[in-house]
């Protein structure tokens, strides 16, 4: 259990947030031109780092915002967090 | 208001706990992001939307809960006419807003149950099972959360030290009433 201050509402409990997967995916331009492995690797490929991760939250049961998080994954250090659109910052 | 039996028939006493439903209340989620919907609602509803997180603005007949930053909840203070359910606020936010595609009008009335909560326990019970910090929340007249009380999403709302609405939906409310009684007869 940890701490997440949302963009939004402030410091809230984890319980009240869902983690929506690795953040910063960019869709392809032109996804007719990829080949079936290219268009998998953007469809189903993440990384499942141990260590520091960029990842999408949604504050579900708040104000159900989603926003993007760095998050060390083996011990849930919270590095930033950032709103959707905005860029990440460098670490 | 539509014709609906809640769940709730009862008014609940206990130490230092009162609670009972406030009903028919009319209730209203507005939606939208320009800064020329946020004055115009003003100017409908003589009211200022807070737009401060986590806080309400109370008027004389209604009153506006922040619940995002381009979402609100507006609700009556009193209670409505129980065989209607057209109201002209609402009726003057879809003209003016609605049609015009500034924001969203949807009309919540039956989708959300009003339980009104009295007493020094009302945060000792909620705190049986919510991962909410309400330290500052309850010195705080005009505070608004949304957050979760045994798994049920609800909005609380400070009114007054020790008086506080809380908003659940309709489905779930026979089932939060049933937690509240139960935890406050253990407080
Ligand atoms: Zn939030």
Redesign the interface.
């Known amino acids: 259990m940890f701490i997440i201050n949302c963009p939004y509402c402030g410091e809230r409990e984890q319980s009240e947030f869902k983690a929506g997967g690795e953040a910063h995916i960019v869709r392809p331009k032109q996804p007719t031109e990829l080949s079936d492995d290219e268009w998998a690797e953007y469809l189903f490929m993440r990384k499942n780092i141990k260590g520091v991760q960029f990842e999408r939250w949604v504050h579900i049961h708040g104000c159900r915002k989603w926003f993007n998080m760095v998050r060390d994954t083996s011990n849930d250090q919270i590095h930033a967090v950032y709103k959707m659109g905005e860029k990440p910052p460098v670490k | 208001m539509l014709n609906y039996n809640s769940p709730i028939n009862e008014t609940k006493d206990f130490n230092n706990l009162k609670m009972s439903e406030e009903s028919p209340i009319m209730k209203l989620v507005i939606r939208g992001k320009k800064r020329e919907f946020i004055s115009k609602v003003g100017k409908l509803l003589n009211i200022l939307l807070p737009n401060e ?2 806080t309400s603005t109370v008027g004389n007949n209604i009153s506006a809960l922040w ?3 381009d ?1 609100w909840m507006i609700h009556s203070n009193d209670k409505i006419d129980k065989n209607n359910n057209m109201y002209p606020i609402e009726e003057d936010l879809i003209n003016n807003i609605h049609k015009i595609n500034l924001g969203a009008i949807t009309d919540v009335t039956d989708q959300f149950t009003m339980i009104k909560m009295e007493g020094s326990q009302i945060y000792e019970l909620f705190s049986n099972s919510c ?3 309400f330290n500052d929340f309850k010195k705080k007249k005009g505070a608004v ?4 009380i045994n798994k049920i ?1 609800v909005i609380i709302h400070n009114k007054e030290i020790n008086v506080v609405n809380l908003l659940v939906r309709r489905s779930f409310s026979s089932h939060l009433w049933s937690w509240l009684n139960d935890g406050a007869k253990r407080i």
């Open positions: 997180p986590n619940l995002s930053p979402e991962p909410f910090n959360t949304q957050t979760i999403d």
